[in-house]
């Protein structure tokens, strides 16, 4: 049968659906408002954005029922002419670009000139506005598709913007909010991003009438304080880095305050919020070496570049953006992230008063102040600092011959003229933990976790320097093996003598460890080669010496660490202290979790109720 086609229908036949016709300008607007207003917590993220542009340095928040009721915005900024106010209201209109140029180099928060006119489609406003210059405030209201004529008002100089009953005339989308509470929850969490993103800025947020947040201008680090978790500023290293147009700063969680969600992670780029996967990814990868399990850091990280290397005209809500150079900016932020969480334990600073009763240090500029002949150094009866004990060998801690004489007979060290960070060992305990005095009290060190960190570090050292030190071993170590891991073991030789390993074939069944990395030498070398052989076959030579060599590492390190119940000596515990000041990233081990903790003098007297 020959192909037909329908007769075409006349135009008079055409069905309403088919008519092609211009939308209503309220419909239109409505439209655009689901892209933009989705909630309370959309609105008041446009209302604070506009804020922020117009140079506000305070602005008051006030909410009833979630902000669904009642949503009002003031601030001290530099207003709105009457003449404008129409045009405030109106749909394109902004005061924040004029062409492509400003758009492909936008400095604002607010740029597209659609959010006042979007909420005025799906809620009633009211906005009051009084520039510095002018006599007396003017006053207009929107609803709808209608707008009404500017009136005098009372107010000083800034705005304030009143939305009340949102989705008064869109029932449906009204249906979709949720209880009171979510609403909320919701604003204070826009209200949050926002603050932290401008501490040079008072906030205040009021719910239902009654005070949620009252924030006054503040350090960046005040700001943290207030609205985070406690101790977290205490518990986090400082980032502060440049490079060309490039420059990140803020806070950077300590490896012990990660969480089982990422439900703390600020990002902002330019004092904008933003999701970018890229950023996340990068900062992921600075913490890839210290997170134990599925954890997630904590951060509040701020990016600045130049606007014309970033579009943030990708989405309505500009919480996305895109790098005109993303590997550069990623590389950057990674390295600049994994700096920062890199010191070792003698780069801690002391600990913040009330942040706690058991705290872990972050690692940061030094700030233990110089000794002022402290009540333990003379119960100790000690006058010369330590000299510093290095090698770790075999499991143990070597001291060089010279600091012998520096040791009273019970073995304590001597000091006077410093007291390292860590302190000195005053014992053991159930040949777990060390106890050690500093000059802010008393410090708690898992002996294991910190021997495992330090040996990965030099482990690391050696792999990147291509100088792995092997030694030896005057008996192999022979075990049974499967006739994989005897290929394995002989395909890999040169993955394995980078490693400072040396494995053959000892029978049908058996591999024989010959060499090992000199400082695992007096480790478990059964287990050391189990597990290396074990990564070898799942991932191969490629990913275990590039993506995977991280996780290969921390597995050696830890079947050599120092065992628990082995008894040290206090030379020895203080070569560990010693050695854990002086390496890299020794505040948590190769798992993500602490290796030490601060108690403080204000701790024990609290403990004890001295002074009450």
Not at 103 to 122: D, Q
Not at 145 to 158: I, L, N
Not at 584 to 607: F, I, K, M, V
Request: hydrophobic share 45%.
């Amino acid at each position: 049968m020959p192909f037909q086609t329908a007769a075409p229908s006349r135009p008079d036949a055409l069905t309403p659906m088919a008519v092609i016709q211009l939308l209503p300008e309220l419909l239109i607007s409505q439209i655009a408002a689901g892209e933009v207003v989705d909630r309370p917590a959309s609105v008041l993220k446009e209302l604070l954005e506009n804020s922020l542009d117009a140079d506000a340095t305070e602005i008051r928040v006030s909410l009833m029922e979630g902000g669904a009721r009642l949503l009002q915005v003031e601030d001290d900024g530099e207003g709105i002419a009457h003449e404008q106010l129409g045009l405030a209201l109106a749909r394109h209109a902004t005061s924040k670009i004029r062409g492509l140029a400003d758009l492909e180099a936008v400095g604002t928060m607010g740029f597209r000139g659609e959010a006042l006119a979007s909420i005025v489609s799906v809620a009633r406003v009211a906005l009051t506005a009084r520039t510095r210059v002018a006599a007396h405030a003017w006053s207009i209201e929107g609803e709808g598709d209608s707008v009404g004529d500017a009136r005098p008002a009372a107010r000083e100089a800034g705005t304030t913007v009143t939305v009340a009953d949102l989705y008064f005339n869109t029932p449906a989308r009204r249906k979709f909010l949720r209880t009171e509470g979510t609403e909320f929850g919701h604003c204070d969490t826009v209200f949050r991003r926002i603050a932290l993103a401008r501490p040079d800025v008072a906030f205040t947020l009021k719910h239902n009438g009654r005070v949620n947040a009252h924030l006054p201008a503040q350090t960046p680090a005040e700001r943290a304080a207030a609205l985070l978790e406690r101790g977290f500023v205490e518990a986090a290293h400082a980032v502060d880095a440049f490079a060309g147009p490039l420059r990140v700063h803020g806070l950077a969680g300590a490896a012990q305050l990660a969480r089982g969600r990422a439900d703390m992670q600020y990002l902002y780029v330019n004092g904008r919020y933003v999701r970018d996967r890229l950023l996340t990814h990068a900062v992921r990868e600075a913490y890839s070496e210290l997170l134990h399990g599925e954890r997630h850091p904590a951060y509040v990280l701020h990016l600045e570049l130049d606007p014309a290397l970033v579009d943030v005209n990708v989405h309505p809500a500009k919480t996305e953006v895109r790098f005109r150079d993303s590997r550069a900016v990623h590389q950057f932020v990674m390295h600049a992230v994994k700096r920062a969480l890199s010191p070792g334990a003698g780069a801690t600073p002391a600990p913040v008063p009330d942040a706690g009763f058991l705290r872990p240090l972050a690692a940061g500029p030094a700030a233990f102040p110089a000794p002022h002949a402290p009540a333990f150094q003379h119960r100790l009866g000690v006058e010369q600092p330590l000299a510093g004990y290095t090698n770790l060998l075999r499991g143990g801690f070597a001291a060089p011959q010279h600091a012998a004489a520096e040791q009273n007979p019970a073995g304590v060290p001597q000091a006077g003229r410093g007291v390292p960070p860590l302190g000195y060992a005053l014992a053991q305990l159930h040949g777990v933990y060390i106890l050690a005095q500093n000059e802010a009290g008393l410090v708690l060190v898992d002996m294991h976790a910190a021997h495992e960190r330090i040996m990965m570090e030099k482990l690391r050292e050696g792999i990147e320097s291509n100088d792995v030190q092997s030694q030896q071993l005057l008996v192999p170590a022979v075990f049974r093996a499967d006739s994989l891991d005897l290929a394995i073991a002989d395909e890999h030789r040169e993955t394995l003598a980078k490693l400072g390993m040396e494995m053959s074939a000892a029978g049908p069944q058996e591999l024989a460890v010959r060499s090992a990395p000199a400082l695992l030498a007096g480790g478990d070398i059964v287990a050391l080669a189990r597990s290396v052989l074990a990564e070898l076959r799942e991932y191969g030579a490629a990913q275990v010496l590039t993506s995977r060599r991280d996780t290969l590492l921390a597995g050696m390190a830890c079947h050599a660490a120092v065992r628990a119940n082995r008894a040290l000596s206090p030379p020895e515990m203080n070569a560990l202290l010693r050695e854990m000041e002086e390496t890299e990233r020794s505040g948590s081990c190769n798992h993500g979790r602490p290796t030490w903790y601060q108690l403080t003098l204000a701790d024990l007297d609290r403990l004890f109720m001295r002074g009450r």
